[in-house]
């Protein structure tokens, strides 16, 4: 598998340079309702199936898996896809929190349907409490 996140580590680290929020870890090796990934759906050059760096230290190179998306793009990628219900497996455990407290940060904010609904649907697809409320600075 090759190797992910904006540090290219195979986490969705928190980065204060990493403008774009990598935070949202989806499985491109996994198929949306529409039969697009990722790259099809958000009409991004379409890297979702590219060949990068092993993360076995290798100078091979390996598909695209577990990759960490822009958490804007990923909001913007549920409204484009039809629904949470319609896009690819997420990797909760790879995910950063930093999302879900940004998502909240955005809710209360009175920020738009597009993050409430992102927020909602890594709540549904993570299986966290609805009730969670992420505590933010």
Known sequence: MALTGFTRTGHCVEKHD?????????DLSSTSHSGKNFCGVTGQEDWCDDQMPCSDES???????????C???????????????????????????EALKAYEKKAKEGGT??????????KQRCNLDADVDVAVA
């Open 71 to 97: 958490q804007w793009a990923f909001a913007k990628y549920i409204e484009e896809a039809g629904g949470c219900d319609a896009i690819q497996t997420l990797d909760c455990d790879a995910t950063n929190i």
């Open 59 to 69: 100078d091979e190179k390996c598909p695209v898996q577990h990759w960490c998306v």
């Open 18 to 26: 990493d403008k774009g929020s990598h935070h949202i870890c989806i």
């Open 113 to 122: 349907d597009q993050f409430t609904n992102a927020l909602n649907c890594l």
